[in-house]
């Protein structure tokens, strides 16, 4: 049941998120809000981790993947919150999704052996995100979704694919709030930082709580995810991927977002494929 409840508050949070920025990121720009995320995570993560002490096991082989871990976390958000502002969240979530993927293949050119559902599932996931980012037709329903938010999406998976592995090398050896640290901490010298020397660090009324919530959520996520996943990996994984329906549907029920009979196909290939794929490497 924990894990049950785990993967499930994983994929309300993340989809939330997801959510919340697509909003925001078209109010202030992607870079403020990506600069606030970090923010308001730090200030909920930091406190924690003095508390908790410097765990013994952080050496400079840890450290290193930490480092990689949060960069890569930081960049992929970079993406993500940019796709979200140009396109559709119910293309660029599920594109984004396939991170688990991407993982995935680290794992098998770091020596795991790549099995036959594996190989079919990957395949099948990049004929999903062909269908997804094939533009509308003339007369088709769907409003246009720009390619460059499809690529920028794609990127944002193959970042947090090695954020995932990095995370994942050192994830049984540190407490949760020290995996999640490193982002934050990285987000907010490099990211925030410059903002706020340029005087740029502003949000507007209606764009604050959203940016809030989604700093706020992507911590809640990840520790939602972890606590799930120490009772049951394959089923906690399985529901936290779909961050990405959660996001889908709440897109069209809140802003009435419109995908293409094609473009719903292929968001529905991503998200189908990613859940089996995750249930077969957990």
């Known amino acids: 049941m924990i894990a049950i409840l785990g993967g499930l508050g994983a994929a309300v949070m993340w989809g939330t998120a997801t959510l919340c920025s697509s909003r925001s990121s078209r109010m202030?720009?992607?870079?403020?809000?990506?600069?606030?995320?970090?923010?308001?995570?730090?200030?909920?993560?930091?406190?924690?981790?003095?508390?908790?002490?410097?765990?013994?096991?952080?050496?400079?082989?840890?450290?290193?993947?930490?480092?990689?871990?949060?960069?890569?976390?930081?960049?992929?958000?970079?993406?993500?919150?940019?796709?979200?502002?140009?396109?559709?969240?119910?293309?660029?979530?599920?594109?984004?999704?396939?991170?688990?993927?991407?993982?995935?293949?680290?794992?098998?050119?770091?020596?795991?052996?790549?099995?036959?559902?594996?190989?079919?599932?990957?395949?099948?996931?990049?004929?999903?995100?062909?269908?997804?980012?094939?533009?509308?037709?003339?007369?088709?329903?769907?409003?246009?979704?720009?390619?460059?938010?499809?690529?920028?999406?794609?990127g944002a998976a193959a970042t947090f694919g090695v954020g995932l592995y990095a995370s994942g090398r050192v994830s049984d050896l540190l407490p949760v709030v020290w995996v999640i640290l490193p982002a934050r901490v990285l987000g907010a010298a490099f990211v925030a930082l410059p903002i706020l020397v340029r005087g740029k660090l502003r949000l507007t009324r209606e764009s604050a709580p959203l940016v809030v919530t989604a700093g706020l959520c992507e911590i809640a996520g990840m520790a939602s995810y972890a606590i799930g996943a120490r009772h049951g990996i394959a089923v906690a994984a399985v529901l936290a991927s779909q961050f990405a329906a959660v996001a889908a549907i709440g897109a069209y029920v809140l802003f009435h977002e419109r995908l293409s009979a094609v473009q719903r196909a292929g968001a529905g290939v991503i998200l189908l494929s990613v859940a089996v794929l995750t249930a077969v490497n957990a």
């Open 28 to 154: 202030v720009g992607a870079g403020t809000v990506l600069a606030w995320v970090m923010l308001s995570g730090l200030v909920i993560v930091l406190p924690f981790a003095l508390a908790s002490g410097v765990p013994a096991a952080l050496d400079a082989d840890v450290g290193r993947w930490l480092v990689l871990s949060g960069a890569m976390n930081v960049i992929g958000l970079a993406l993500v919150y940019e796709a979200l502002r140009l396109g559709k969240v119910g293309i660029v979530s599920p594109v984004a999704s396939t991170e688990g993927a991407i993982a995935a293949l680290l794992a098998i050119l770091a020596g795991e052996r790549l099995g036959v559902p594996t190989a079919l599932l990957l395949v099948v996931i990049t004929l999903g995100i062909l269908l997804a980012s094939r533009p509308a037709e003339e007369g088709d329903r769907g409003d246009g979704h720009p390619l460059a938010s499809t690529l920028m999406a794609v």
